[in-house]
């Protein structure tokens, strides 16, 4: 079993950075992936980025990439999500989740992860 806590949202102005944290505790493994998904109101959840524990490699919606990025401190098991350049449009709340054995594209699909945070608010006003 798995527990993911967020921390880290809130108001930040358009142009502004923000920065998310999820700690996972609980039995782990060393081919964890974890990611970052978000929600608006009325749309569908929406992958943001990820990252795997043992390639460390990472990957990013199309819409953040280069205004957004994914780490991970391993011996704290924590991902985080800098947030850079925001805009309103990023708007949503997030949710940080984990799984295992996934790879490539697979990182997208948020029906492939098992454990989810309980949602962090990140508002950036027009």
């Known amino acids: 079993q798995v527990q993911l806590v967020e921390s880290g949202g809130g108001l930040v102005q358009a142009g502004g950075s923000l920065r998310l944290a999820c700690a996972a505790s609980?039995?782990?493994?060393?081919?964890?992936?974890m990611g970052w998904f978000r929600q608006a109101p009325g749309k569908e959840r929406e992958f943001v980025a990820a990252?795997?524990?043992?390639?460390?490699?990472?990957d990013y919606a199309d819409s953040v990439k280069g205004r957004f990025t994914i780490s991970r401190d391993s011996a704290k098991n924590t991902v985080y999500l800098q947030m850079n350049s925001l805009k309103p449009e990023d708007t949503a709340v997030y949710y940080c989740?984990?799984?295992?054995?996934?790879?490539?594209?697979?990182?997208?699909?948020?029906?492939?992860?098992?454990?989810w945070g309980q949602g962090a608010q990140v508002t950036v006003p027009s």
């Open positions: 989740a984990a799984t295992f054995g996934i790879y490539g594209s697979m990182k997208r699909r948020w029906r492939l992860y098992n454990y």
């Open positions: 609980g039995r782990t493994f060393s081919s964890y992936v």
């Open positions: 990252i795997s524990w043992s390639a460390d490699s990472t």
